[in-house]
């Protein structure tokens, strides 16, 4: 795995990259990049900045964290405070803003909050605590859906009745569709997710391609991967084409992953979603088909998520549809901080205002030295 | 000063000896004195601490005197390369050196959980013998306390220490000057990320050991060698990037590294990429920086080399006058951005 990861990292790659982009750039064009983990790596290794000043870069709602609504936060909350559930979730969904606390604060008062590493973990955890009701916060992109759906899988041949699942799985494909079809966008073409791709396959963003006439070129994570995807993407701006190429193509093929996708098949069926700044999006997302429907904490324990107010200072919506920067929102390293976020996109490493923060906010106040 | 002998070889406590820490063991009667002579005289002895009285007298050194005090909780407490003992002896002893001072005694406070088995806790005394023999310090003083089962997490450690200072530097910040040069003493993150293998139960191809390492025999030499040392830094917790962002901070200049030049093992790289942790951040046991005048940074870095944990000492950088307090660094496709501190713990993520 690092061998590849060290040749994408390669200065010359990259840099010869950069100048080729530079030589084919004639016009304006705006890009957004899909993935969270893409956003990550373009404001840490700075590769905005190896681009002409006619390339803008804008950051899409590619970040699980931040995009998982905030009613699902509460009930996550409600749940993890119960005296008789374990409740286990990846470490960053931990700091969370809900609307009045964070699973970190139910933790502190007590609550048996657990950090996984894998939704597995979960599920043995379940079986060596027989007592417990152990509940798994599946939450993520195609990416972690896979995994998630095992975990249901296995607690339903092995009839492990205390693991329940609180999912809030999402597609990214009608999240573009979503900003494509907002008035308001102003995007010419897509860097799409090379890891949801490596499941999901590209074939969905083959229909966005023809319906928005905009180009989308699937792409890795690591500064040679980005942009070479760019690079792909500006060459079919400039010659008006709009179509699906695959870059990262030593991990994604056309039709995914088969066996992933029989097992999503198997264990999720397409629902609507609500997506934290974006609203409620039809066939958006998974939810657990009737066979599994045993695993749904929602139903285990009979919550109705209500729907909870953004903290109104918070403009992540605008932020995950690439209509705004984050250094352009008054609250942005003030009243917002990684330590006490007004919203999502402040908490995960790969939101973008958390991005900004961690790696831009001293630019603000000092000029960088560029050497 | 051993009344009696072991009778259980394998664990060399009296056999009244529960196998488990009791309340009563906190109690200062017999079953204490028991406690004592088990699972510590028999590791530490030296003529300070024979003497059993309530504060250890010692003979003052002279020049000044370096006094630091840390204490060390860590999950699990036995890790790959390292234990809690061998970790609070080394801590302490690292942070003396940091000053330039040659460690000369430590005291150590034990807090026990009613419950803790006594063979971890004399396989943890142990442990601390060993590491205080090897850095050429002596325990002279300490304490034992127990707390209720549940009110501890079986056992925290605290140390103290005091060295000699033999030399007339001023190691600190504040003793920067522009164009000095930054060595690293080797590669960065093993610690953290054997601990957090070891704590979550992640397992890698390879198992990470801790880094975990005295760093005073370093300084010594450098100090032997008439290096003119301006400043060390030990990277603990918040690793590499938090130690470089207090030491510009405190001196009002600005620090510029190339990531490039900073060692990484493979399997803590991958470990990072797997959990999206930055190495820059991961704590360390057994590295420091040591920032010098440039001049001197060869002649350094082979004396650094000579020693086991600082076989791949690197130069990473300088100092520089502008942007004052900042860290800068330089990455691999020759883009610079500031290396700022994090808000609080690097959290594994999701994707």
Not at chain 1, 183 to 208: K, M, Q, R, V
């Amino acid at each position: 795995m690092l061998r590849y990861i060290d040749e994408y990292r390669d200065p010359e790659l990259a840099l010869g990259y950069a100048r080729e982009i530079a030589a084919v750039t004639t016009r304006h064009w705006k890009i957004m990049e899909a993935c969270g983990g893409q956003t990550h790596s373009i404001v840490k290794y700075g590769i905005d900045r190896l681009l002409p000043t006619g390339i803008t870069l804008v950051h899409g709602p590619g970040c699980p964290v931040c995009v998982t609504p905030i009613s699902l936060i509460d009930s996550a909350i409600e749940l993890a405070a119960r005296p008789e559930v374990t409740f286990c979730t990846f470490g960053d969904m931990l700091r969370v803003p809900g609307s009045r606390k964070d699973l970190m604060t139910v933790k502190a008062e007590g609550g048996d909050v657990r950090v996984v590493y894998s939704p597995l973990d979960a599920l043995r955890l379940a079986e060596n605590l027989p007592h417990r009701e152990v509940v798994f916060f599946a939450v993520g992109f195609e990416t972690t859906a896979p995994a998630n759906a095992m975990a249901a899988y296995q607690a339903r041949r092995k009839k492990i009745r205390n693991f329940s699942l609180l999912v809030s799985q999402v597609l990214v494909p009608p999240a573009l569709e979503a900003v494509l079809s907002s008035p308001l966008h102003e995007i010419n073409g897509f860097l799409a997710p090379g890891h949801a791709c490596t499941i999901s396959g590209y074939e969905d963003y083959e229909a966005l391609a023809r319906k928005f006439r905009v180009p989308l070129v699937v792409t890795g994570f690591e500064p040679g991967d980005i942009l070479h995807g760019l690079l792909m993407c500006i060459l079919q701006l400039e010659s008006g084409r709009a179509e699906v190429e695959n870059q990262y193509t030593r991990s994604v093929q056309r039709e995914g992953n088969r066996e992933a996708r029989a097992m999503l098949a198997e264990v999720f069926e397409i629902a609507p979603r609500v997506w934290r700044g974006l609203g409620k999006i039809e066939a958006s997302g998974l939810r657990l088909s009737a066979a599994y429907s045993e695993l749904d904490a929602e139903k285990r324990f009979g919550l109705s998520p209500e729907s909870a107010e953004e903290k109104s200072a918070c403009i992540s919506g605008l932020i995950l549809q690439g209509i705004r920067k984050p250094v352009e929102c008054p609250e942005f390293g003030k009243g917002c901080r990684p330590e006490r976020p007004l919203g999502a996109t402040m908490v995960s490493s790969e939101g973008a205002c958390s991005a900004y923060y961690r790696y831009r906010r001293l630019e603000a106040t000092d000029e960088l030295p560029r050497t | 000063m051993n009344s009696r002998e072991p009778e259980g070889a394998s664990c060399g406590l009296p056999h009244e000896l529960p196998e488990k820490i009791l309340l009563a063991h906190g109690g200062g009667g017999r079953l204490m004195q028991q406690l004592i002579r088990g699972a510590f005289s028999e590791n530490f002895h030296n003529s300070y601490l024979s003497t059993e009285h309530d504060s250890a007298v010692l003979p003052a050194p002279s020049g000044r005197l370096a006094f630091t005090t840390d204490t060390y909780v860590v999950k699990p407490i036995f890790f790959p390369g390292g234990d809690i003992g061998r970790l609070s002896v080394f801590g302490t002893v690292n942070d003396l050196a940091m000053s330039g001072a040659r460690p000369l005694y430590l005291s150590t406070g034990m807090i026990l959980e009613e419950g803790f088995p006594l063979e971890s806790l004399q396989r943890i005394a142990r442990s601390m013998r060993e590491a205080a023999d090897l850095c050429g310090v002596q325990i002279v003083t300490g304490d034992t306390k127990v707390v209720e089962h549940g009110k501890g997490d079986g056992i925290f450690i605290n140390t103290a220490g005091v060295g000699v200072i033999e030399h007339s530097l001023n190691i600190q910040p504040s003793s920067l000057a522009e164009g000095d040069a930054v060595l690293l003493t080797g590669d960065l993150g093993r610690h953290g990320i054997a601990i957090m293998a070891a704590r979550e139960g992640l397992e890698f191809e390879t198992t990470i050991e801790s880094d975990c390492a005295p760093l005073a025999a370093m300084v010594l030499d450098l100090l032997d060698a008439c290096v003119e040392l301006h400043c060390l830094r030990d990277l603990t917790r918040g690793g590499l990037a938090s130690a470089l962002n207090e030491i510009a901070a405190k001196a009002s200049r600005a620090i510029v590294i190339e990531e490039m030049q900073i060692p990484v093992r493979t399997e803590v790289r991958g470990a990072c990429e797997m959990l999206g942790l930055d190495p820059l951040y991961v704590a360390n046991e057994g590295r420091m920086v040591a920032i010098l005048p440039a001049k001197e940074a060869s002649r350094a870095l082979e004396i650094l080399r000579r020693h086991e944990s600082g076989k791949e000492a690197v130069l990473i950088g300088k100092v520089e006058a502008k942007p004052a307090s900042r860290v800068v660094l330089r990455n691999a496709i020759g883009v610079t951005r500031y290396l700022d501190l994090l808000s609080g713990e690097q959290m594994p993520r999701i994707c």
